[in-house]
C-alpha cells in the first residue's frame, strides 16, 4: 500500500486518523471549537487533507457557507470537481453519488461548514431528501463523507430544511473534535514557514500565541507570520524581534475587536431598513468581506483574492 505523506499537515496524527477513517468507508463529522469568528482552523483543516497524495482516492469539497442559498449551484460544484470540466447543467444528487459509487476510484465528499445550513437564506431543495442521500453514502463502498461544523457536532443542530428548522436524518459514524494546537504542531509549522528563522526567533514567535487550556491560537499564529513574510527586518537584533512581535500581537488582538464592533454595527444599521431575515443574511454572508476591509486588507485581500481564484480554477 503507498504511504500518505502527512508532513504538510497542521496536526499530523489528526488528520492521518480522520483519513484513515474515511478510506475505510466511514463517515466522520469534524467539530471545530469556534473561537473569535476565525475559520482558520476549518479551512487549514480541509487544505491539509485536499493536500495529502491520496492513493487511488479523491477529494470533493463543497463550500456550504457558498452554497447554501442555491441547491443547483452546490450539485454543479460537486459535479465539475468529479468530472474535472464545468457544466451548466447536471445530474441530481442521487445520480451523482451513484456514478462515484460505480467509479473505479474512491472518494471523500467534504462538506465544509455544514453549520452554515442553520441559517434563514438556505434554499428550500435543500431538503430531507438531500440529508437522506448524504446519510446512504454510508452504505457506500467507494465513498465517505467528512462533515465539518464548527461550534457543535451535527448532533446539536437543527437546520434549514425545506424551510423548517429541524433536525437532519444525517446518521454520522464518527464524531471527532479538533484537538488544541500543541507546542510541537506549532513549531514544526512556524519551523517550515520560516526556515531563515533561528530556533530562539522561532520559540518566541510560538510564545506569543500560546494560551493556558486552549494550547496554541493558530489564526494569531497565522497572522504573525504573515507580518513576518511581508516584512523585509532581518531581525538579528533579538529584542527588537520581541518586541516587534509583541506589537503585532498587540495589533492582531486591537483589530480583531474593532473589526468585530464594526461588523455588528454595520449589520445593526441595516436592520434599520431590512428584515430581520435580511439582516442575519448580511451578517452570516459579509462578515469575511468586513473582515477583509477592517483587518490589515492590504494583505489579507490580496490572500483572499488568490484563494478565490484557486477555488475557480
Same mark, same amino acid.
Given at each position: 500500500?503507498?504511504?500518505?505523506?502527512?508532513?504538510?499537515?497542521?496536526?499530523?496524527?489528526?488528520?492521518?486518523?480522520?483519513?484513515?477513517?474515511?478510506?475505510?468507508?466511514?463517515?466522520?463529522?469534524?467539530?471545530?471549537?469556534?473561537?473569535?469568528?476565525?475559520?482558520?482552523?476549518?479551512?487549514?483543516?480541509?487544505?491539509?487533507?485536499?493536500?495529502?497524495?491520496?492513493?487511488?482516492?479523491? =477529494?470533493?469539497?463543497?463550500?456550504?457557507?457558498?452554497?447554501?442559498?442555491?441547491?443547483?449551484?452546490?450539485?454543479?460544484?460537486?459535479?465539475?470537481?468529479?468530472?474535472?470540466?464545468?457544466?451548466?447543467?447536471?445530474?441530481?444528487?442521487? $445520480? /451523482?453519488?451513484?456514478?462515484?459509487?460505480?467509479?473505479?476510484?474512491?472518494? /471523500? /465528499? =467534504?462538506?465544509?461548514?455544514?453549520?452554515?445550513?442553520?441559517?434563514?437564506?438556505?434554499?428550500?431543495?435543500?431538503?430531507?431528501?438531500?440529508?437522506?442521500?448524504?446519510?446512504?453514502?454510508?452504505?457506500?463502498?467507494?465513498?465517505?463523507?467528512? =462533515? /465539518?461544523?464548527?461550534? $457543535?457536532?451535527?448532533?446539536?443542530?437543527?437546520?434549514?430544511?425545506? %424551510?423548517?428548522?429541524?433536525?437532519?436524518?444525517?446518521?454520522?459514524?464518527?464524531?471527532?473534535?479538533?484537538?488544541?494546537?500543541?507546542?510541537?504542531?506549532?513549531?514544526?509549522?512556524?519551523?517550515?514557514?520560516?526556515?531563515?528563522?533561528? $530556533?530562539?526567533?522561532?520559540?518566541?514567535?510560538?510564545?506569543?500565541?500560546?494560551?493556558?487550556?486552549? %494550547?496554541?491560537?493558530?489564526?494569531?499564529?497565522?497572522?504573525?507570520?504573515?507580518?513576518?513574510?511581508?516584512?523585509?527586518?532581518?531581525?538579528?537584533?533579538?529584542?527588537?524581534?520581541?518586541?516587534?512581535?509583541?506589537?503585532?500581537?498587540?495589533?492582531?488582538?486591537?483589530?480583531?475587536?474593532?473589526?468585530?464592533?464594526?461588523?455588528?454595527?454595520?449589520?445593526?444599521?441595516?436592520?434599520?431598513?431590512?428584515?430581520?431575515?435580511?439582516?442575519?443574511?448580511?451578517?452570516?454572508?459579509?462578515?469575511?468581506?468586513?473582515?477583509?476591509?477592517?483587518?490589515?486588507?492590504?494583505?489579507?485581500?490580496?490572500?483572499?483574492?488568490?484563494?478565490?481564484?484557486?477555488?475557480?480554477?
Amino acid at each position: 500500500m503507498t504511504s500518505i505523506n502527512y508532513a504538510h499537515c497542521l496536526r499530523r496524527r489528526f488528520t492521518e486518523n480522520i483519513l484513515t477513517h474515511l478510506l475505510e468507508g466511514t463517515s466522520v463529522n469534524v467539530v471545530v471549537r469556534k473561537r473569535d469568528q476565525e475559520d482558520q482552523e476549518a479551512d487549514r483543516l480541509l487544505a491539509d487533507v485536499e493536500g495529502c497524495d491520496l492513493p487511488n482516492a479523491r =477529494v470533493l469539497a463543497v463550500n456550504m457557507r457558498a452554497c447554501r442559498g442555491s441547491y443547483r449551484q452546490f450539485l454543479l460544484d460537486l459535479w465539475q470537481q468529479s468530472h474535472h470540466q464545468p457544466a451548466l447543467e447536471c445530474s441530481d444528487l442521487f $445520480t /451523482i453519488l451513484g456514478e462515484l459509487e460505480q467509479a473505479e476510484q474512491q472518494f /471523500i /465528499i =467534504v462538506l465544509n461548514h455544514l453549520d452554515a445550513m442553520r441559517a434563514n437564506d438556505v434554499d428550500v431543495q435543500f431538503d430531507q431528501d438531500f440529508y437522506i442521500h448524504l446519510n446512504s453514502l454510508k452504505n457506500y463502498h467507494n465513498v465517505a463523507l467528512l =462533515v /465539518i461544523t464548527e461550534g $457543535t457536532s451535527y448532533h446539536g443542530m437543527s437546520f434549514n430544511i425545506g %424551510g423548517e428548522f429541524k433536525t437532519s436524518k444525517l446518521d454520522i459514524q464518527e464524531i471527532e473534535y479538533l484537538p488544541a494546537l500543541m507546542g510541537d504542531e506549532g513549531r514544526y509549522e512556524l519551523t517550515q514557514r520560516h526556515p531563515e528563522l533561528s $530556533t530562539v526567533h522561532i520559540s518566541h514567535l510560538l510564545e506569543q500565541g500560546q494560551h493556558q487550556e486552549l %494550547g496554541y491560537d493558530y489564526a494569531l499564529l497565522d497572522y504573525l507570520s504573515r507580518q513576518l513574510r511581508h516584512s523585509v527586518e532581518s531581525w538579528d537584533d533579538m529584542a527588537r524581534f520581541i518586541q516587534q512581535l509583541k506589537d503585532w500581537q498587540k495589533r492582531y488582538k486591537r483589530q480583531s475587536k474593532q473589526a468585530e464592533y464594526r461588523a455588528q454595527k454595520v449589520v445593526e444599521a441595516a436592520g434599520k431598513s431590512l428584515s430581520i431575515f435580511k439582516m442575519k443574511h448580511l451578517f452570516s454572508m459579509g462578515y469575511d468581506i468586513l473582515k477583509t476591509v477592517f483587518l490589515e486588507w492590504p494583505i489579507v485581500l490580496m490572500e483572499k483574492i488568490s484563494e478565490y481564484k484557486k477555488r475557480k480554477e
